[in-house]
């Protein structure tokens, strides 16, 4: 099993710019490069997550997402990141335009079903499982398949956000840098407290 970060795409690793198709229009947020490289130091495998409703409105297709995503990968590799393990998205939306995909499905978060076949595709341990998102739905799809615990970050639609209890605690962040170094100290000083429980 193994232990696992979710990230969401836009407005978390990449500036949110409405409905981009434009590999060139791709912009890193501030210490993303350095938010994975730290992710991935620390043993945890990296899975993007995200709702691209664009392919189901018609304003954009699977190619042009694959471009956004080859486009993303070569930024954190030009800065010494590596390459997430897997990216899942959600092409679809309700009200949709193209009929293939304007369909109520499992995976548009909040619901849990990219993380869910993520899990059962890379070995996901939820348990050791955390997320960092811009948008509570984020989170609740999170917490519906069973992760451990996420962040909000204040880029993208962060600021938006009306936060609520969700069904287990979340911290907020200034950026994609600022949640993993807190999520990673939190899990650092738990698994020390744990050890210490184990030896007294
Ligand atoms: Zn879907």
């Known amino acids: 099993m193994r232990k696992t970060f979710f990230l969401d795409r836009d407005g ?54 694959k471009a956004v995503e080859r486009r993303i990968e070569e930024l954190l590799d030009g800065a010494g990141a590596p390459k997430p393990a897997a990216w899942y998205y959600c092409p679809h939306h309700p009200r949709g335009a193209i009929a293939e995909y304007a369909v109520e499905c499992d995976c548009r978060k909040p619901k849990p079903g990219l993380l869910l076949q993520a899990g059962r595709e890379h070995d996901v341990d939820f348990e050791n499982a955390f997320m960092i ?3 509570l739905s984020d989170l609740k799809a999170a917490f519906a398949a069973g992760c451990r615990s996420g962040a909000l970050v204040m880029t993208g639609h962060g600021g ?28 650092e000083s738990a698994s020390e407290t744990a050890k210490v429980e184990k030896r007294s």
């Open 12 to 65: 978390v690793m990449i500036e949110d710019e409405n409905y981009l198709a434009d590999p060139a229009k791709v912009r890193l947020c501030p210490g993303c490069a350095e938010a994975i490289r730290r992710i991935a130091g620390a043993g945890y495998q990296i899975i993007v997550t995200s709702n691209q409703s664009g392919i189901a409105r018609g304003y954009f297709s699977w190619e042009e997402v």
């Open 133 to 135: 998102g811009d948008k």
């Open 160 to 187: 938006e956000q009306k936060l609520e209890l969700l069904e287990k605690p979340y911290l907020t962040a200034r950026n994609i840098l600022d949640a993993a170094e807190k999520l990673l100290a939190a899990e």
